[in-house]
């Protein structure tokens, strides 16, 4: 599906909107989450906490969004963090130097890129601005981190913090020491992250106030192909796109590590996690790769680097970026900090600092391509029916409950079962407004998988269907008759994934 269906869908719904819309002077790259959005949100985020923290074993911390400047002064954020910005001569309109470049080219510029690099495409491609097509400036290095000052002087310095991952960087030797943890093993956080982006755009894609899902795997580099649970993963299948011919190709993660196209088994194996959990989002599989990169297109701190990407409008685009990290940040902090943050572990003679890999998501991005995916349009006729095929594990609601008519007990017999179900931990969306085709609509557009109909033969003591509902399912429209006393059976079997509708027999 277009990302424009996508916006238009997320305006009408509330699902996201401009922060301060009523505002004409609101700066942009600021977005809110209406209470659909809200959910879904929270809901993969809940998902992403299951599925990559939990069931990995994974630690999870909750950091501040204010850190001091020798934080960033340690992680080099202070020299590097910055994007090449060039500027209208005459209406003064910023833009991001490589992203005029790329757009014109249809290729990537290495973040390494020199200002004059910039300087001489611009000049080379005749680029002018796109408002009033006057000359461009020359290219200046700009910094995105936002500042802000500390205490009633203002006199200490901070920062709100670019990326997570830092504050799991800063932790590490408090939880090393309290937690009882040994090598492997992975600290993850979630939270706001704050770069003030030159030319934010494409809503929740690049925006200045965004949320970070981060995994953070710390490990000895001298055990970097001992991993516990291996076996689940050397078979299945990674799609690399590969620098040595540019094409994508269907490799094994036993075969990634024998080819050394992968640094070890625990950069395979989180790889491997990554694309099951995107997978499991409903994005097709045709349309994830992870993009090898090469050394001056990494991050200064990257010793190596998989950028998984998704397919948007014919763009890839960048949902997480999966780095090897090396020592660099305990380093770094240790140094700057003058704190002894070297570990030594049972059996080994030597304290060292232990390694990083990094699987860093934006929640926006995921959000955003897992709409994308999901979307479907189908017109029958004069009509079109809009449905968004999200799985249970992150739909806003599990089942919308609607009286067929407001009348004849059928308001009150729907809202017991509403009640029923979300005592049972069932989330359910409880509406009585409109014909039932309509409900049935509203519903398929943000999502919710299924839908129960209170109607008449519910009510008749002398039906066969008495005290039966009836059950539609979103993707195929089709329903089924369900008794009223197995709903909670059969929701709890819905959101752990041990039946579908499909296994229900009438």
């Given at each position: 599906m277009a990302f424009a269906d996508v916006q238009n869908l997320a305006l009408r719904r509330g699902i996201y909107f401009p922060t301060a819309e009523i505002?004409?002077?609101?700066?942009?790259?600021?977005?809110?989450?209406?209470?659909?959005?809200?959910?879904?949100?929270?809901?993969?985020?809940?998902?992403?906490?299951k599925t990559l923290v939990e069931n990995e074993g994974l630690l999870e911390i909750d950091g501040s969004i204010v850190l001091p400047e020798p934080v960033f002064r340690a992680s080099g954020h202070l020299e590097n963090f910055a994007d090449p910005l060039v500027t209208c001569t005459k209406c003064h309109t910023p833009y991001r130097a490589d992203k005029l470049i790329e757009e014109m080219l249809k290729e990537e510029i290495p973040e390494g890129a020199s200002m004059e690099f910039f300087d001489s495409k611009i000049a080379e491609l005749k680029l002018v601005c796109t408002k009033c097509k006057s000359p461009l400036g020359k290219t200046q290095r700009f910094n995105m981190m936002m500042k802000t000052h500390v205490g009633t002087?203002?006199?200490?310095?901070?920062?709100?913090?670019?990326?997570?991952?830092?504050?799991?960087?800063?932790d590490f030797s408090r939880i090393w020491k309290s937690g009882r943890v040994t090598l492997p093993f992975g600290i993850a956080q979630v939270g706001k992250t704050f770069r003030n982006e030159i030319a934010p755009r494409q809503a929740l894609l690049r925006a200045r106030e965004l949320e970070q899902m981060d995994v953070e795997v710390?490990?000895?580099?001298?055990?970097?192909?001992?991993?516990?649970?291996?076996?689940?993963?050397?078979?299945?299948?990674?799609?690399?796109?590969?620098?040595?011919?540019k094409e994508i190709h269907s490799i094994s993660c036993e075969e990634a590590v024998e080819q050394g196209i992968v640094s070890g088994k625990l950069i395979a194996y989180y790889l491997a996690?990554?694309?099951?959990?995107?997978?499991?989002?409903?994005?097709?599989?045709?349309?994830?790769?992870?993009?090898?990169?090469?050394?001056?297109?990494?991050?200064?701190?990257?010793?190596?680097?998989?950028?998984?990407?998704?397919?948007?409008?014919?763009?890839?685009?960048e949902l997480a970026a999966c780095n090897y990290r090396s020592d660099h940040d305990l380093k770094t902090h240790a140094e700057v900090s003058k704190t002894d943050l070297q570990v030594k572990e049972e059996g080994v003679t030597e304290k060292f600092y232990p390694h990083i890999f990094e699987i860093s998501m934006g929640v926006g991005r995921t959000f955003t391509a897992m709409l994308n995916a999901t979307l479907k349009k189908e017109v029958r006729g004069q009509e079109e029916r809009w449905n968004l095929d999200l799985p249970v594990s992150v739909a806003p609601y599990h089942v919308g409950v609607f009286p067929l008519m407001k009348k004849d007990g059928l308001?009150?017999?729907?809202?017991?079962?509403?009640?029923?179900?979300?005592?049972?931990?069932?989330?359910?969306?409880?509406?009585?407004?409109?014909?039932?085709?309509?409900?049935?609509?509203?519903?398929?557009?943000?999502?919710?998988?299924?839908?129960?109909?209170?109607?008449?033969?519910?009510?008749?003591?002398?039906?066969?269907?008495?005290?039966?509902?009836?059950?539609?399912?979103?993707?195929?429209m089709q329903q089924k008759r369900v008794s009223i006393e197995d709903l909670e059976e059969v929701f709890w079997n819905f959101s752990t994934g041990k039946r579908s509708f499909e296994d229900l027999e009438e």
């Open positions: 505002y004409a002077d609101a700066p942009a790259g600021f977005f809110e989450y209406g209470p659909e959005g809200t959910r879904i949100k929270q809901r993969l985020i809940r998902f992403w906490r002087t203002g006199t200490i310095p901070g920062y709100l913090k670019p990326e997570s991952c830092q504050n799991i960087f800063l710390f490990f000895n580099p001298a055990k970097i192909n001992e991993i516990d649970r291996w076996e689940e993963v050397k078979d299945y299948a990674l799609r690399l796109y590969l620098l040595r011919d996690r990554t694309q099951q959990f995107a997978e499991k989002l409903n994005i097709p599989l045709e349309s994830m790769r992870f993009r090898e990169l090469e050394a001056e297109a990494r991050a200064f701190y990257a010793k190596e680097t998989w950028d998984f990407e998704v397919l948007l409008d014919d763009t890839w685009l308001y009150e017999k729907a809202f017991e079962i509403f009640q029923q179900l979300q005592n049972a931990n069932a989330s359910a969306l409880f509406d009585e407004k409109g014909s039932i085709g309509k409900r049935y609509a509203r519903i398929d557009e943000i999502g919710v998988p299924y839908a129960i109909t209170v109607d008449y033969e519910t009510m008749d003591e002398n039906h066969e269907n008495y005290n039966t509902i009836t059950l539609r399912d979103r993707n195929s």
